[in-house]
């Protein structure tokens, strides 16, 4: 499998202020994805970058909110914009792998907390 | 869009007893369908999966089942060892636009009491 990085690992953060996430890959991948966790939840797809192209956002996030980059194929950012306390979460980056793709692993997460 | 629901929410037990979680889901196309387990403060870890051309897959203490007609799937754990505790979560696939995306249920806290 892949090994995954994030950074950073946890920040407190400034109501109205933003953030940006980064998620490191040691291979390249095509599909990269982006979720969000709150806290005793379930996990939630925010949108998926696929290198080259915009992101797909899944129903109830918009790219205003969650801006994403993918310049290549080991790297992708998540940016938290105008943040608000119910943005508090812990935010994963997963990558397709696998003969087929369809298998995702996490990266280790980033913990959010809005104040 | 796919919905999955998993049940027991929690399941406790004793060490050395089986558990047995189970999933089921609403969208037929789904054909991909994994287990993650989840340690408290610690990344979803994929445990095990199965893919729908499968009825059952086993690896060591772990087994899932798949019946695709009835759209449930089911996580099987036997011989639970403390280092089994966390929160398991299931999910079914769909190719969707190129990828593969998951929809996950809401995950089973898993306690076996020594």
């Known amino acids: 499998s892949a090994v995954i990085s994030q950074k950073p690992s946890r920040d407190i953060c400034q109501r109205g202020t933003s953030l940006t996430i980064q998620c490191q890959v040691d291979?390249?991948?095509?599909?990269m994805f982006w979720y969000r966790q709150q806290p005793g939840q379930s996990l939630t797809l925010i949108a998926t970058?696929?290198?080259?192209?915009?992101?797909?956002?899944e129903s109830g996030f918009v790219i205003d909110k969650f801006p994403i980059s993918r310049p290549n194929l080991t790297f992708s950012t998540l940016t938290v914009s105008n943040m608000s306390p119910e943005d508090s979460s812990i935010y994963l980056c997963?990558?397709?792998?696998?003969?087929?793709?369809?298998?995702?692993?996490f990266g280790p997460g980033t913990r959010l907390t809005v104040l | 869009g796919e919905n999955v629901e998993q049940h027991p929410s929690t399941l406790s037990v004793q060490e050395g007893d089986s558990a047995v979680i189970k999933c089921t889901y609403s969208?037929?196309?789904?054909?991909?369908f994994p287990w993650y387990k989840q340690e408290l403060g610690k990344r979803p870890q994929l445990i095990i999966d199965?893919?729908?051309?499968?009825g059952e897959k086993k690896d060591q203490r772990i087994a899932v089942t798949l019946n695709k007609t009835a759209k449930h799937f089911s996580l099987h754990i036997t011989e639970t060892q403390p280092e089994d505790s966390a929160v398991y979560f299931c999910?079914?696939?769909?190719?969707?636009?190129?990828?593969?995306?998951?929809?996950f249920g809401r995950g089973t806290s898993l306690i076996v009491h020594p």
């Open positions: 970058a696929n290198q080259g192209s915009e992101a797909t956002y």
């Open positions: 969208d037929s196309a789904s054909n991909y």
């Open positions: 199965i893919r729908s051309n499968v």
């Open positions: 999910a079914a696939s769909t190719l969707s636009g190129g990828s593969y995306i998951p929809t």
């Open positions: 997963s990558v397709g792998a696998g003969s087929r793709t369809d298998t995702q692993y």
């Open positions: 291979s390249q991948v095509t599909m």
